[in-house]
């Protein structure tokens, strides 16, 4: 664990990386307390709303759980298109289930030619996409003959895990 008192906490990262005299000033910023402006520079309030302070459930401020993304990749057989319409309506409705969960962000197909899929998931471990793919009627029932999971670092974009910017 990083610092905590009553009203906020900083990760490990955070602790390690600021000092505390800015850290006291990110605190200060991040629940709403003005820091002594005379002392500081104002170039503090950015990188306080940048360092990931967040409400936590206790009321204060913590550092926000980073969700990461998933890829699921379907590799599929010459016969999928013609075989997948007995099973489809139950793939889609596993997938749409996982979307109304916040799971599953996008899927489908991959075209032209049609074979494979892709699968992109929000979680904190593979764990969502796997169990996804170890439900899923395509993979039970030999549509899909291979699938792999992988950790996909996002940085640029609204739904960003990780964002970098120039």
Same mark, same amino acid.
Not at 86 to 113: M, N, S
């Given at each position: ?5 009553? *009203?906020?906490?900083?990760? !490990?990262?955070?602790?390690?990386? +600021?000092?505390?005299?800015? %850290?006291?000033? /990110? @605190? ?6 003005? !820091? *002594?402006?005379?002392?500081? %520079? $104002?170039?503090?309030?950015? $990188? ?19 969700? #990461?993304? =998933?890829?699921?990749? =379907?590799?599929?057989?010459?016969? =999928?298109?013609? %075989?997948?319409?007995?099973? %489809?309506?139950?793939?889609?409705? #596993? ?8 799971? /599953? +962000? ?11 899929? @892709?699968?992109?998931? #929000?979680? *904190?471990? &593979?764990?969502? $996409?796997?169990?996804?793919?170890? $439900? *899923? !009627?395509?993979? +039970?029932?030999? /549509? @899909? ?20 910017? &120039?």
């Amino acid at each position: 664990m990083g610092y905590r008192d009553r *009203d906020y906490e900083l990760s !490990p990262v955070e602790t390690r990386a +600021i000092g505390p005299a800015v %850290r006291e000033r /990110l @605190v200060a910023i991040a629940t709403g307390r003005a !820091p *002594d402006e005379d002392n500081w %520079r $104002a170039g503090v309030t950015a $990188a306080g709303s940048s360092c990931g302070l967040a409400p936590s459930s206790a009321g204060g401020v913590a550092s926000e759980a980073v969700l #990461k993304h =998933y890829l699921l990749f =379907y590799d599929v057989g010459q016969d =999928y298109v013609q %075989r997948r319409t007995a099973f %489809r309506a139950v793939h889609l409705a #596993k997938a749409w289930q996982a979307h109304e969960r916040g799971e /599953l +962000i996008l899927a489908g197909a991959l075209a032209e030619p049609v074979d494979g899929a @892709v699968l992109l998931f #929000k979680g *904190d471990s &593979p764990e969502v $996409a796997e169990a996804f793919a170890r $439900a *899923d !009627p395509y993979v +039970i029932n030999g /549509l @899909v003959f291979r699938w792999r999971v992988r950790e996909w670092t996002t940085v640029a974009g609204d739904g960003a895990a990780n964002p970098v910017r &120039p």
